[in-house]
């Protein structure tokens, strides 16, 4: 049997409060994205995996178990989730016998979960994973005077639909057609419903959560692992860089032109205090290294303004939850001197961080013609970084928000 498994990944995600699309926000050892796409990658019955992006957003490089790996196909989004799910069945094969929809922000979707939604669309033609209410359902309208009951609906009868959805590709793609003809539809079991295909329901999973809000995503970090900012204690990171100098390159630290007949060799503009600013950053909020956000192979980051990889360091981790307090660098460089740029370059890296000035210090050091960087054959850089929760670094920044923390 060929189960194809389509992951719907080309929402904004908005509710989450966050620039980056939140299915493309780390949960601790991958994206939302990333974890939906492996559970159905590692998935003995997927034969293959369709992904629908927005529109020209990067490709996900899926980490899948290297021994077996189903074909993993990108398709652009649509306006509206069913318009993005009909292009990812126009890429979907005549070989394919079920066809699985499955949500990028539900990534704890489990094999058993999996296979149940199979077995029962394979027999019915159609089912979906849903979760029987636990509480009292009411229908309410609002009036002029207040929200009001209209009808209390027996619970027995309540499910809250989740995915995978399963279909019979032939179901599916009536599904899609009624879709196309004019039916507005949040999920592609309604479409099949009238499309008159009856669909089938099988034991939804309450760890199967859709991560939708701040504390959503929140929640799955904590269950993940990752060090969650709610923790409320600040972190810290250290980072470390070093490029050969070589004759013909501009001098770059900072984010300021050093005038100098030597400049350092690398694939970016070699910025060693923007280097190893961006690995403290990064470090501090456990997120990895430089190399793994901006690989050197990557040719977007050929001659990069390195200020931009701080920007995005930054953006980063704003998404993870934290603010960068401080930022003290030390530059090692025989000559020239950089005394007189070190104003200029703390004005660079913070607003590249998006802070104030006052909280970035830049220290120039020489190493008194001891090694490759005393005898002027390169340059390097240390940087301890100190990031806080956002909403400590917010209540310190507001002296009335401390004030009312010191009493309570
Ligand atoms: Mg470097």
Not at 78 to 104: M, W, Y
Not at 181 to 198: K, N, P
Not at 207 to 236: F, H
């Amino acid at each position: 049997m060929h189960v194809t498994a389509i992951i719907a990944a080309a929402g904004s995600g908005s509710r989450v409060g966050s620039a980056t699309p939140k299915q493309m926000l780390d949960i601790g050892g991958g994206s939302m994205l990333q974890h939906s796409v492996n559970a159905f990658l590692q998935h003995p019955r997927i034969s293959d995996v369709i992904v629908v992006m927005p529109a020209g957003s990067p490709a996900p490089m899926p980490a899948a178990d290297p021994a077996r790996v189903p074909p993993l196909r990108i398709v652009a989004g649509g306006e509206r989730r069913q318009d993005s799910v009909a292009n990812a069945f126009d890429a979907v094969g005549p070989s394919s016998d079920v066809v699985l929809i499955h949500d990028a922000a539900r990534p704890f979707v489990t094999a058993g979960l999996i296979d149940r939604t199979i077995d029962a669309a394979m027999t019915h033609g159609a089912a979906i994973a849903a979760l029987q209410s636990r509480d009292t359902v009411k229908r309410v309208e609002r009036r002029a005077d207040g929200a009001v009951i209209v009808d209390t609906i027996p619970r027995e009868s309540v499910y809250l639909a989740q995915t995978p959805q399963g279909f019979r590709r032939e179901v599916l793609a009536a599904a899609v057609a009624a879709g196309r003809s004019g039916i507005a539809a949040t999920d592609e079991a309604f479409l099949a419903e009238r499309a008159g295909y009856q669909v089938h329901v099988v034991d939804g999973d309450a760890g199967n959560v859709k991560i939708t809000t701040a504390e959503d995503l929140e929640a799955a970090r904590r269950r993940m692992g990752r060090p969650a900012a709610s923790a409320g204690l600040p972190r810290i990171g250290t980072g470390y860089d070093l490029h050969r100098l070589v004759d013909g390159r501009p001098l770059v630290v900072g984010g300021v032109v050093v005038a100098s007949d030597r400049g350092a060799l690398a694939h970016s503009d070699g910025d060693v205090a923007c280097h190893a600013a961006t690995d403290a950053i990064l470090g501090a909020a456990s997120l990895g290294d430089i190399g793994r956000h901006f690989p050197d192979t990557d040719p977007r980051w050929k001659d990069a303004d390195s200020l931009d990889l701080l920007r995005e360091t930054a953006r980063l981790v704003r998404d993870a939850g934290f603010e960068v307090v401080n930022l003290d660098v030390t530059v090692i460089l025989e000559r020239p001197k950089i005394k007189d740029m070190i104003q200029r370059m703390c004005a660079r890296l913070a607003d590249a961080l998006g802070i104030d000035a006052a909280r970035v210090s830049v220290k120039g050091k020489t190493n008194e013609g001891v090694d490759a960087v005393g005898r002027g054959e390169a340059i390097a850089s240390h940087a301890v970084a100190l990031l806080a929760p956002s909403t400590l670094a917010t209540a310190t920044a507001d002296p009335r928000a401390s004030r009312l923390e010191s009493t309570s």
